[in-house]
């Protein structure tokens, strides 16, 4: 073989060697790569054994809108206890709660805003104390998208007798009955209670006699996500409790001028009174005081009476020792303007029951300071024997002029 034979066949022989070197090489990097995806797999593997065993759920889910401003923040956890959360309002304002004792469970501390945007953001560990977190974020639902229930008497009240419950709406209800269900009126006497809608806006509630004398009456507003409306949401989660007085039943006869004022059946005291005249009686039925003025003023432009010029038939600044019985404008009250004369034996108002007084409601002993400090919002005051007809029952508080029958029908209990 010559020495260029030789210098091929050795070239040829590296040549093939490279390639299996080459071969090799790659069969080299492909047990690598499968090392790989097994050393990855071992590590995920290794990661699912060491995590913690905690569940973290937060309530409303993450993305909610039209939340409850009262009830539906909550952080739970299973597995595990809450070792952090933390809750902000989208422009960072900080929202305090409380932790269970057991540190099961987080919420707020306040009732949210509407029309905000919140983050919670809570970390739990496992009994082996192992770290897990969540977060979610959510919207309360806005004013437009919610309604309220202005009530009336007020928490810690002392009423009379005749005071119903009433429950005026800031928007229409079509839904009644998921929003009546969802308040309950109780009383320590036991006394049956009944509500009457008398419009879309407004709820009343009461027993089907005055309420007993001394007892404990009890409101719940449990709103808080009742569906009022076609999107409309309640906002209310609120407990009330008022006391009913003594009872006190005044009575004006309009044809004798007089008015008896009995307290617990028995007759206390009888009071001169002049009542509307022939041309604007006043209204017959029962009538419940629903608000009281020391002094006030009356324009008859207000309620309709006005001359040719536009202007009231009267405007008296300092009308004192006034009590409402009517949204429409009828009053009980003192009378410093009229004759002494007049009461007892004339009737002369524009359809309210006047009783003496003096300017500046500052003597005790008039006859109307004295029923006015002797009274109660929701006493009841009775006018009968008057030409005008009786007072329709959703004008003012005056329910009571249904009958039982009557009222329950309105209900959607």
Known sequence: MTDSKRRKG?????????????????????????GSKKSAAEVDKAA?????????????????????????AKVTVTKGTLSQVTMTTSAGATVKGTLAADGKSWKPDVQLERSTTYKISAAAKDSKGREAHENSSFTTVSPANSFIGNFTPEDGSTVGVGMPVSVNFNKPITDKKAVQ????????????????WFNSQRLDLRPEQYWQGGSTVTLK???DGVEGADGVFGVQQKTVTFKVGRNQVSTVDANTKTMTVTQNGKTIKTIPISAGSSANPTYNGQMVISEKFKETR????????????GKG???????????????SGTFIHGNYWGSRSIFGSANTSHGCVGLADVKGASDANQPAAWFYNNSLVGDVVIVKNSPDRTIT????????NMSWADWTAGSQA
Not at 298 to 309: E, K, L
């Open 48 to 72: 699912a054994q060491d995590a913690s065993e905690a569940q973290i759920s937060i309530a409303p889910k993450n993305g909610a809108t039209n939340a409850s401003i009262n009830n539906d």
């Open 393 to 400: 029952p959703d004008n003012g508080l005056n329910g009571w």
């Open 221 to 223: 507003l449990a709103l």
């Open 313 to 327: 038939e009267y405007d008296i600044k300092d009308v004192p020792h006034a009590m409402r019985l009517s949204t």
């Open 181 to 196: 269900d969802a308040i309950t009126v109780t009383s320590s006497s036991g006394q049956q209670v009944a509500g009457h």
């Open 298 to 309: 009356m324009n008859g432009a207000t309620v309709g009476f006005t001359d040719g010029d």
């Open 10 to 34: 050795l070239m040829a022989a590296s040549a093939l060697l490279g390639g299996v070197l080459v071969l090799t090489a790659c069969n080299d990097n492909g047990a690598s790569a499968e």
